[in-house]
């Protein structure tokens, strides 16, 4: 759908999605046990400080702006597609029940909706992003009869670019931006949590999510071994190693990045660090600590449980 300017419509024209605001003089009350969250939902629903103040809130206030429901092939039942964080607050607060806005949708308006409803929160990891990028941009092209597995990031149609491009003024990114986090979604969990956890850039886990799934578990094995992070300068070069490739050894990851200039061959640059989960991060760390806050805290804590068990242990 092109408009005069040729390019795409809004979303909420494309798909005759109605507003929050319209939504409200609608809503009725559900009991939570007839709502089933999505399957699809591409944003993690957890317990931590966050949603502790979540459900203080709805305790204090109720639960001020309504979930957004379809009725299930289950005529009994409503699948839920915005508003997961506050169906799991509301159940923690021990509410029985809450305001919801039942509509009527396709399959590609439910994950527009449930994109947009969360990309605009203040703390959304960098997986979250991508495989909520991944669905919006699979929604487009499917109400377009596209398909992503056929044209994916090399796709030269005008329809599919101007997709990433409107996903990409609407974040006010570019467009690159957009198809750099969409192709993370192609790496292996472990690689997905290194960037989660700063640890792996973005550039280099999109140089990476090239290879196949093969080749990116010996990768994660190397780093495993190493307790070391790659650059995105390495990353290129295990790119050019090994992509199309469908199994490799360890040994040539070494081979590989002992190769980084043709005339000066020098070791490759490995940064030790701890190692934090992206779910222990969210669970044990306040969300403004960057990796420094916490490998510091680590560090401390590691140093006096050393004092008190180890009578060698000398801080150098």
């Not at 964080?85 to 009527?104: H, Q």
């Not at 990353?235 to 199309?244: H, N, V, Y």
Request: hydrophobic share 35%.
């Amino acid at each position: 759908m092109v408009v005069g300017n040729d390019k795409l419509a809004s979303f909420d024209d494309l798909f005759g999605i109605t507003s929050e605001s319209d939504s409200e003089k609608s809503s009725q009350m559900i009991s939570v046990d007839k709502i089933i969250p999505s399957c699809r939902n591409p944003f993690k629903v957890e317990e931590n400080s966050e949603m502790d103040q979540l459900v203080a809130s709805i305790r204090e206030n109720g639960i001020l702006m309504p979930l957004i429901l379809r009725a299930s092939d289950d005529s009994d039942t409503y699948d839920l597609i915005a508003g997961h964080r506050r169906l799991f607050a509301a159940k923690l607060a021990g509410l029985t029940e809450v305001p919801a806005d039942i509509r009527e949708m396709t399959d590609e308006e439910a994950d527009i909706i449930m994109v947009d409803t969360n990309l605009n929160r203040e703390h959304i990891s960098f997986s979250e992003k991508a495989f909520a990028y991944k669905m919006k941009y699979n929604a487009i092209k499917k109400k377009v009869g596209r398909n992503w597995e056929e044209k994916g990031d090399n796709a030269s149609d005008s329809n599919i670019k101007r997709s990433t491009e409107q996903i990409a003024a609407e974040m006010g990114v570019s467009d690159r931006t957009v198809k750099n986090y969409i192709r993370l979604t192609e790496l292996v969990p472990y690689l997905l949590d290194l960037v989660d956890c700063k640890e792996l850039t973005i550039k280099a886990g999109v140089q990476i999510s090239y290879l196949e799934k093969s080749v990116q578990n010996i990768i994660c094995d190397f780093l495993q071994r190493e307790q070391a992070v790659i650059d995105e300068e390495q990353a290129k070069i295990l790119r050019e190693s090994f992509e199309g490739v469908d199994q490799i050894e360890l040994a040539e990851i070494y081979q590989a990045l002992a190769k980084q200039s043709d005339s000066v061959p020098r070791q490759p640059k490995y940064k030790p660090v701890f190692r934090v989960s992206s779910k222990a991060r969210k669970k044990y760390f306040p969300a403004e600590y960057d990796e420094h806050d916490i490998e510091s805290v680590i560090q401390n804590l590691l140093e006096g449980w050393a004092r008190e068990h180890n009578p060698d242990f000398t801080k150098e």
